[in-house]
């Protein structure tokens, strides 16, 4: 192995300068080249590359966002993209290449696999932590943070003047960053992808429990945690809803792009720095479409399709928690 590649795709990240980094710094540990590519799967078929030195990456990981910048490219999912893509990385000889992105860049990076002879590997640059194999994504942490952040003072203003809030959060289809930012900022309710499958709440439902609530704790605050795509309309709509129809005073706040930056959290760096370093060993150890994972802290590998195939669940335990040890309608019966 004498040069490798790497691009960050789809949705940014906090954490993905940090697993940049890692990468780099792996490779020139082991006399590797690097050659970044800008602007995602764009910047492969419009052959935009850099070379990346340890000095290009050495005070990034404190910043969210990707130096090498990311970008969607609808045109990458035809066959022909990825031929221009395969013709790109040989006439440079790149021996692999890292893609950091969500499900649908490994989807991109298992789909140039198909027509490219080096080896592809991925890794989870995500905040919405919808990928198998890995207990956490890159980003997941930060966005947690910040929605918990949000919540936490929505909480004072919304305590002051005994108000509810629809505070909506992000997660594209999978509700962790609802799950546990509601849980960490101790919110009244969450409506998230997973239980709205299940068992879809109801308008006249959800007022209930604003009104079962206020009337055991006498006054105080309704925070409600919405994760996206989970109300036609979202938190906005919903606000309306509860406002005209159900006389029910009711705040919206969109947190929207704001959980994709700031410094990334902890977590975030430390496991972007692992699996930046884990993803050039794992192509030093001749591994090909797998993505680099981290399991109760072991550094582990699974096939790319499975990464979007399977899906974590939500822990039973926090939802159980949350849904109904913390809910304050729902009290058990003391035993006789
Ligand atoms: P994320 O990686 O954050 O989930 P997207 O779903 O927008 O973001 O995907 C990022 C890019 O990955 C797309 O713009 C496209 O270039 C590529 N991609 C997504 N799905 C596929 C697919 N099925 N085949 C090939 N490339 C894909």
Redesign the pocket.
């Known amino acids: 192995i004498q040069r490798i590649a790497v691009l960050t795709?789809?949705?940014d990240?906090p954490g993905m300068n940090a697993a940049l980094r890692a990468v780099v710094l792996a490779a020139d540990h082991y006399n590797i080249e690097v050659i970044a590519f800008r602007h995602?799967?764009?910047g492969l078929l419009d052959n935009e590359h850099v070379v990346l030195e340890p000095k290009d990456v050495l005070h990034v990981l404190q910043y969210s966002g990707t130096i090498i910048k990311s970008?969607?490219?609808?045109?990458?999912?035809e066959d022909a993209?990825?031929i221009t893509a395969a013709q790109n990385l040989d006439a440079l000889s790149i021996d692999a290449l890292i893609v950091i992105?969500?499900?649908?860049?490994?989807?991109?990076a298992?789909?140039?696999a198909n027509h490219w002879s080096g080896q592809v590997i991925g890794m989870p640059?995500?905040i919405?932590n919808d990928l198998y194999g890995t207990d956490t994504t890159i980003g997941y942490a930060t966005a947690v943070n910040i929605a918990m952040d949000a919540l936490d003072k929505i909480r004072d203003t919304a305590d002051a003047m005994d108000r509810v809030f629809i505070v909506e959060v992000m997660g594209?289809y999978a509700g962790f960053i609802g799950l546990r930012s509601a849980m960490a900022a101790g919110a009244e309710r969450m409506i998230l992808p997973e239980l709205q499958k299940d068992k879809p709440l109801t308008v006249s439902a959800l007022v209930k429990h604003i009104h079962r609530v206020k009337e055991i704790r006498g006054e105080g605050s309704y925070v409600m945690v919405l994760s996206e795509h989970q109300w036609p309309g979202g938190a906005v709509a919903l606000a309306e809803q509860l406002d005209a129809e159900y006389d029910l005073p009711c705040r919206p706040c969109l947190l929207g792009h704001i959980q994709r930056g700031g410094p990334p959290a902890p977590a975030d760096r430390i496991l972007a720095s692992e699996l930046g370093v884990h993803a050039v060993e794992l192509i030093l150890r001749g591994a090909h479409r797998v993505m680099a994972g981290m399991r109760a802290n072991q550094c582990v590998e699974v096939p790319l399709n499975e990464s979007w195939e399977k899906k974590n669940p939500l822990t039973e335990n926090l939802l159980r928690i949350q849904h109904e040890i913390f809910n304050p309608v729902k009290k058990k019966q003391r035993n006789k």
């Open positions: 795709s789809g949705g990240a995602g799967y764009q970008a969607r490219c609808k045109l990458f999912k993209a990825a992105g969500g499900d649908g860049s490994l989807r991109g298992d789909h140039l640059g995500t919405d594209r």
